[in-house]
């Protein structure tokens, strides 16, 4: 019963972290009008979000060990043919329109994929839209695409498209990405953990009006036991990294590629915090190939994280070309390697180790640890784990007679 309450409380805290509703409703209205802002201004496009916004993982961020702004991703799609435009083309002019238009505070930034607007905050909550310009991928690149690509994922790679990348002060190149792939991949392995959560909460409201009650829910703002597991995931990597060294932090994608790849194997009907356990034990198995990759036959069997002639793989289950963990095999690639799996081996032994601890105190420490002090501390778990002491009245004294 203990561990039970434990894991409730978990999910609590975490509801805490993801996109607030108004919040939600407020970023789809200004990526919708930045949509209608390109299409009116002469600019034929589309507009949808990609990242942890579509997929439902989005948690606060932490910058220098404290929140900051939400992050929310969005591609814009130009419908213009790849042969005859050209990167450079593509990312100024959906730029220029951004910075003409006089409803933004602050010009957007650029960086190398995409453009930045920055929002005002809203109940001392903030976000940030990056705007990444794209056109179609083309069809010879498609082809070569499906080509590399395993039967089961050749339909995703239709979703490709051709983003704008800055490679120097004044150069720009085209770069195949999927994002909406990658949501359809995901949203097929998260489907039946989100059909057995939606059964559950319809089994414990019996009425006519709690049943009503949850159809209100939008789709958009369920979560799933896979969707929470990923979302402890990365709050974990962000307190964990910003406390080490955030440079060496594994991105959002490795982390929901990993996690949705173990979770095909897993019982849809398992506690958040118990499908996180079954994860992790998952990805630690693949610790010992920083050692052993080629000298043994002990890793034949498995095929998520690979490492060939010293180089780490892990292949985008959308994108045949994009391997997830290039970064692990450039210069400081090395340290990256140590320090994502010293991370996970931290998950394992001190999140996942603290359910079992007799003591309240020493569980909540560690979930202070874990998420955050402020964070924790600020929660409504705090009652449960750490009351205020009782006060203690001194007794007063007899009086003489």
């Known amino acids: 019963m203990l561990i039970e309450q434990r894991k409730m409380d978990i999910v609590r805290l975490i509801k805490n972290l993801d996109l607030p509703h108004s919040l939600y409703e407020n970023a789809v209205e200004k990526y919708e009008a930045l949509g209608k802002l390109l299409n009116d201004n002469g600019l034929e496009c589309d507009i949808y979000p990609q990242g942890s916004f579509a997929t439902g993982t989005v948690v606060r961020p932490i910058k220098n060990?404290?929140?900051?702004?939400?992050?929310?991703?969005?591609?814009?799609?130009?419908?213009?043919?790849?042969?005859?435009?050209?990167?450079?083309?593509?990312?100024?002019?959906?730029?220029?329109?951004?910075?003409?238009?006089?409803?933004?505070?602050?010009?957007?930034?650029?960086?190398?994929?995409?453009?930045?607007?920055?929002?005002?905050?809203?109940?001392?909550?903030?976000?940030?839209?990056?705007?990444?310009?794209?056109?179609?991928?083309?069809?010879?690149?498609?082809t070569r695409l499906k080509a590399k690509s395993l039967p089961q994922t050749r339909l995703y790679v239709e979703q490709s498209i051709a983003i704008t990348k800055k490679t120097t002060q004044t150069t720009y190149e085209w770069s195949t990405n999927n994002p909406l792939g990658f949501k359809e991949w995901f949203d097929e392995i998260n489907k039946p953990f989100l059909k057995f959560s939606r059964d559950q909460r319809k089994i414990m409201f019996e009425t006519r009006a709690a049943v009503a009650e949850i159809e209100e829910i939008p789709s958009d703002e369920e979560r799933s036991s896979l969707q929470i597991a990923i979302q402890i995931?990365?709050?974990?990597?962000?307190?964990?990294?910003?406390?080490?060294?955030?440079?060496?932090?594994?991105?959002?994608?490795?982390?929901?590629?990993?996690?949705?790849?173990?979770?095909?194997?897993?019982?849809?009907?398992?506690?958040?915090?118990?499908?996180?356990?079954?994860?992790?034990e998952e990805i630690t198995s693949y610790a010992g190939l920083d050692i052993y990759f080629e000298s043994t036959g002990e890793y034949e069997q498995r095929s998520l994280i690979l490492k060939?002639?010293?180089?780490?793989?892990?292949?985008?289950?959308?994108?045949?070309?994009?391997?997830?963990?290039?970064?692990?095999?450039?210069?400081?690639?090395?340290?990256?390697?140590?320090?994502?799996?010293?991370?996970?081996?931290?998950?394992?032994?001190?999140?996942?180790?603290?359910?079992?601890?007799?003591?309240?105190?020493?569980?909540?420490?560690?979930?202070?640890?874990?998420?955050?002090?402020?964070?924790?501390?600020?929660?409504?778990?705090?009652?449960?784990?750490c009351p205020p002491p009782k006060p203690v009245y001194p007794t007063k004294p007899w009086r003489r007679t």
């Open 233 to 280: 995931l990365k709050r974990h990597r962000d307190v964990y990294f910003s406390r080490i060294n955030s440079n060496l932090k594994p991105i959002s994608a490795i982390i929901t590629t990993l996690a949705a790849t173990v979770a095909k194997k897993a019982d849809v009907s398992l506690h958040p915090v118990d499908l996180l356990a079954f994860i992790i």
């Open 308 to 385: 060939h002639r010293g180089a780490w793989i892990l292949n985008n289950p959308v994108n045949p070309e994009d391997n997830l963990l290039d970064s692990w095999n450039q210069s400081n690639g090395a340290q990256k390697a140590k320090a994502f799996f010293d991370w996970i081996k931290a998950i394992k032994e001190n999140f996942m180790g603290a359910f079992s601890l007799n003591d309240d105190f020493r569980f909540f420490s560690a979930m202070c640890e874990s998420f955050g002090n402020d964070f924790v501390n600020q929660s409504e778990i705090r009652q449960r784990y």
């Open 65 to 142: 060990g404290e929140n900051a702004n939400y992050d929310l991703d969005t591609v814009v799609v130009v419908h213009q043919d790849k042969a005859y435009t050209s990167a450079e083309n593509i990312k100024k002019t959906v730029g220029d329109i951004i910075a003409e238009c006089k409803r933004y505070r602050k010009s957007p930034t650029e960086y190398d994929t995409c453009w930045t607007i920055e929002f005002a905050n809203e109940n001392d909550i903030g976000f940030n839209i990056d705007v990444v310009p794209c056109v179609l991928e083309d069809d010879s690149t498609l």
